[in-house]
């Protein structure tokens, strides 16, 4: 999975998905996947960003 704009690569993006299903923190996951804090916070945000858009495609009653 490649997010525009992220420059992590398949490996390292792979890894922090794996940590964001399992509710792990981003600095932590930073850590544990040997990336820069700044790059998992953004992979992070990007990540919870697509996960709003989704959310509020499917369902009329989250909208705003």
Do not use: D
């Not at 932590?28 to 495609?57: M, Q």
């Amino acid at each position: 999975m490649q997010i525009k704009g992220c420059r992590l690569n398949s490996r390292q993006s792979q890894k922090l998905l794996e940590f964001v299903v399992a509710g792990v923190t981003a600095r932590t996951a930073a850590e544990l996947a040997g990336v820069n804090r700044n790059s998992a916070n953004l992979f992070y945000n990007k990540l919870l960003k697509i996960i709003v858009h989704f959310t509020e495609l499917e369902s009329p009653f989250l909208k705003g």
